[in-house]
Structure formats: C-alpha cells, structure tokens
C-alpha cells in the first residue's frame, strides 16, 4: 500500500438535485475521512440546507447537468483522493473503502462500481438494457473490461482534474473512462451494491430519460 494514500482523506462529490428525502442516509453512512460536497444542481426541496444541517459541504452548480455538478465538486474539492457517486441512496457509502483500496494500493488509477443490483426494483429493465449496451460500446472503444460504467467512481483529484473533461450531461461517466484509458491509466471495475433510489429519478426514471442519457453518452464515444 502506498504510504502517501494508505491514510490519506477523501472528498467525495455527490450531485444533487432534490435529494431531500435520500440525503440522511448518505450522509449519515459515510465513513470516517470522507468528506461530503454535496453539489446542488438547482434544488427545490430544501436538499443544500438539509446538507448544510447535516454538516455537508454544499457547493452550487449553476449550469444544469450531471456532468457539470460532478465537475464543480471537482473543482471544489481539496483532498488527495475523490470519489463520485449518486445523493439518491442507491449506493451505500459504506463501500467507499472498498472501492478506493486498489488506488490506495497502487494497482489502479481510476476505479468504476460496478452496479450489483440488489434486487429488480433497483433499477427499470429500459435502463438495465441501455446500460449493458454503453458498457458494450465502451470496451469496444477502450479495450477496457468493464461490465458496467457506473455513477461511482474513485481516483486521484489532480490527475482526473488534468484529464480535462469536458461533457456536462449524462456522458459525462463514459467521458471519464475514455479518456483516463486513453492517458493509458489503469481502470478497474469494483462491485458495487445498486439499491432502490429513494425519490423520483429527474434523469433516467422513464424511458425517455434513459434513452438521453444513451445518447448523451454515444455522442461521448462518437467524438
């Protein structure tokens, strides 16, 4: 284990957009030197004052999209390390750990969660389907063996920051992927538990919404 990340903090950004009802439990199941930047992305339900209150940081992104709140934590975080992942509950923030060993250990440079569905009603088959399909495109692409590109992820913050992302809707995961393999860093898939959200998904919770995302993330490979 590398000495420098055996102990070191992680920030780990949560994009939000009216997230009240999930928030709680996120936050209260995140472990010990994980630090919360809860990304507001335009909320109405009171989400960045129920973070503020549960002793999150809340750092507001004013242009609307998944990739844009994901970038502004980017941009705001300070530790070594961050993590990604969805403010809905349905990723349990207890398996942060698990998912940062390989780049606390120096065998990773960027590590994906898998989603491992806990049961069927943790995700729409329209979504099941469109996400076996991305997964298929992106190692067509990249040579990468992921099964799933997943809303959690985990590297090292001023690398990523150097990637220069630059979607800032749903391809946004996909981007990331991309370029870190064509940098030539190491990705690795890590399981990861998928629970039933908690909320109205604004995104991919119709079938409409899930076939924008494919192609916000088609258009990412396309380039």
Known sequence: MSEDLAGAPCDVVLPCLDEAEAL???????????????????SRDGS?????????????????????????????ATAPLVAVMDADASL????????????????????????????????????????????????RRTGVDLRDVGPMRAALRLPLLALGLEDRRSGYPVETVVRAADAGWRVLGQEVDYLPRRGRSKVTGTPLGAWRAVRDMSAVLAR
Request: hydrophobic share 45%.
């Open 92 to 139: 349990d923030p207890q398996q942060l750990p698990t998912l940062l060993a390989p780049l606390r250990a120096g065998t990773a440079d960027l590590v994906v969660g898998a989603r491992r569905l806990v049961s069927r009603d943790a995700q729409p088959w329209s979504l099941r389907l469109a996400n076996v399909e991305v997964a298929r495109r992106v190692r």
């Open 24 to 42: 709680p439990w996120v936050l209260g199941r995140l472990p010990e030197g994980y630090r919360a930047l809860v990304v507001d992305n335009g």
């Open 48 to 76: 960045p004052e129920i973070a503020t209150r549960l002793g999150a940081t809340v750092v507001r992104a004013s242009q609307r999209g998944y990739g844009a709140a994901c970038h502004a934590g980017l941009l705001a």
